[in-house]
């Protein structure tokens, strides 16, 4: 079956399913990044499975937050590591995008990386299934906020250049405003009570979802004004800083 392009393009770069993308303009990436928490709700369907193995909850966690890395090719996690670097650095934008744009990772991203999964894991545990469904929604969400029209690229080539600046207004809100809404449907799940939650959950996992986007806004500020606008890693960044946010928030309200 032939998929739209702008969500072959979203599957393609945000997952590891298996899809043709047969068309790759601005036009594309402006739908792609707009239908980014769509990928997000399937990777959080197909990642959160873990959690319901029997045994200690902290291990079904480790698993899951493990499979949603393979599940995104651990991309964002890599981004993390990077903009932590550059940022890290202390050096002006140029010499901070070249830190990012190499392939080994210093000492400030090997911390970020363990305390961001640390956070993830034990969040995961204790917040449940629904709670990284709606994380992993949160986490694609904040892409379609960063390559909203107004948001340069830090650098005029690469995956923050394609995208930066095509999701138009009103796009951004209308997306999520659609996410809360399912968040707040995803609390009256049978997973969501399995978690302690209950009639709760439609109020947590909403506000879980708007605290990880905030988050998520938050580092997007600040990394326009160290490096200029976003990039791919500033992107990957966004999405795991959103992620965990999200999980920290339902964790401590669930």
Same mark, same amino acid.
């Given at each position: ?46 990642? /959160? !499975?873990?959690?319901?193995?029997? $045994?200690?909850?902290?291990?079904? %966690?480790?698993?899951? *937050?493990? +499979?949603? @890395?393979? &599940? ?85 080539? /690469? !995956?923050?250049?394609?995208?930066? $600046?095509?999701?138009?207004?009103? %796009?951004?809100?209308? *997306?999520? +405003?659609? @996410?809360? &809404? ?73």
């Amino acid at each position: 079956m032939r998929l739209p392009h702008g969500l072959s393009f979203a599957i393609g770069t945000l997952s590891v399913f298996p899809v043709r993308v047969e068309r790759v303009d601005r036009e594309v990436a402006g739908q792609a990044m707009a239908l980014a928490p769509v990928v997000g709700l399937a990777l959080g369907l197909v990642a /959160g !499975l873990p959690l319901f193995l029997p $045994g200690p909850p902290p291990l079904g %966690a480790a698993l899951a *937050v493990g +499979l949603l @890395a393979v &599940l995104s090719r651990g991309l964002h996690l890599d981004g993390l590591a990077d903009l932590a670097d550059g940022l890290g650095s202390g050096k002006p934008a140029a010499q901070a995008l070249d830190i990012m744009k190499k392939s080994d990772i210093g000492p400030f991203g090997v911390m970020t990386l363990v305390l961001t999964l640390v956070v993830q894991v034990a969040a995961a545990a204790g917040a449940g299934y629904a709670a990284l469904v709606t994380a992993c929604v949160a986490g694609r969400l904040a892409l379609t906020w960063a390559c909203r029209t107004g948001v340069p690229a830090a650098r005029p080539d /690469g !995956l923050g250049a394609t995208v930066a $600046g095509t999701v138009r207004r009103p %796009a951004p809100v209308l *997306v999520t +405003l659609a @996410a809360l &809404l399912g968040a707040a449907a995803g609390g009256l799940t049978p997973a969501s009570e399995g978690a302690g939650l209950g009639l709760a959950g439609t109020i947590v996992l909403p506000l879980g979802l708007l605290a990880g986007l905030a988050a998520a806004l938050l580092l997007l500020g600040h990394a326009r004004r160290r490096l200029g606008g976003i990039t791919g890693d500033v992107l990957g960044a966004l999405v795991e800083a959103a992620t965990a946010t999200t999980l920290a928030v339902c964790a401590i309200l669930g």
